[in-house]
């Protein structure tokens, strides 16, 4: 299959993405959960089917909570967050729990400062970009002996490119469920993103290897696109076959899973279609943009 030749087509589509989620980003932007707003996390579990949940809502709306938000979860259970540093308002809520739903059991009570939230956001940050750097640079090194006719830097950059594209365009997919249906991010959700890196990283290592053993063969080095083109398609059913055993699982875990795993692993399944797709068409087509640039200067 010509892949590479068709590789302006893919970079259309995967702009436009791109582009389309920074634009949800900067307009809406993520929905933080308690962890990166701080506040109180109340989980209630009834005996019976779970009250409805604007009937709930007006029960303590005298309270005035801020940013009170009500969750239905599985077995009977209801997940009440809302923003508050005084434990004085959390003990408020329970008690006027107890009192309208006295079958009701409180099983969990999470409590998140402002200034633990700020925190957990920054180290989210850092986390995230230092490992996107730590991946470029070992990428690089991995491929220092490869310097004709691409040199080894090209290949992190590469690399570091298409990561760049799927976490932006899960980022956009996020903000859109955020937006829509009020889905929150959280630390796992910063989990799956750095998941999300090392799985794309290691498909396109392998289709990189694969360039750099065929590039041994002299006749190689005088079309490189051809190269390029010939390695994806000899790296293309393994890269297909092992996202597909990871998708199934994942789809599993969405579906049977318990609620609290549930936003992770749709993370997870974004991420990963997303790296399978920019490994094969985005991470070596930016290899031969380079060498096209290279060859006409």
Do not use: C
Not at 24 to 35: A, N, Q
Not at 46 to 71: G, H, M, S
Not at 126 to 143: E, S
């Amino acid at each position: 299959m010509k892949i590479i030749q068709q590789r302006l087509k893919f970079f259309i589509i995967s702009g436009s993405l791109v582009l389309a989620s920074i634009i949800l980003l900067v307009i809406w932007g993520l929905k933080p959960g308690i962890d990166f707003k701080g506040g109180v996390l109340i989980e209630i579990k009834f005996e019976e089917k779970y009250p409805n949940k604007a009937q709930f809502i007006n029960k303590l709306e005298d309270l005035k909570l801020n940013d009170l938000t009500v969750q239905v979860s599985e077995q009977n259970r209801i997940l009440v967050k809302f923003i508050s540093d005084d434990d004085e308002v959390n003990t408020k809520v329970q008690a006027r729990i107890k009192k309208n739903y006295p079958k009701s059991t409180i099983e969990r009570t999470s409590f998140i400062s402002s200034v633990i939230s700020d925190e957990l956001k920054n180290k989210a940050v850092q986390a995230t970009v230092v490992a996107i750097i730590g991946i470029m640079f070992y990428v690089m090194w991995a491929f220092r002996k490869v310097s004709y006719p691409v040199e080894s830097w090209k290949y992190g950059l590469g690399a570091i490119l298409a990561l760049a594209h799927d976490i932006i365009i899960t980022l956009g997919v996020f903000v859109f469920l955020g937006h829509q249906y009020g889905l929150e991010v959280n630390i796992p959700f910063i989990a799956a993103l750095l998941t999300i890196l090392g799985y794309s990283v290691n498909d396109t290592i392998v289709i990189f290897d694969r360039i750099r053993e065929n590039l041994n063969k002299i006749e190689a080095k005088k079309n490189f696109e051809d190269t390029v083109n010939r390695s994806i398609n000899e790296s293309l059913a393994r890269s297909i076959n092992t996202s597909l055993t990871v998708v199934v699982v994942l789809l599993a875990i969405i579906f049977f899973g318990g609620e609290s795993i549930k936003y992770f692993a749709i993370a997870l399944l974004i991420g990963i279609i997303l790296g399978t797709y920019s490994s094969i068409f985005i991470a070596s087509a930016i290899l031969v943009e380079a060498w096209k640039m290279k060859f006409k200067r």
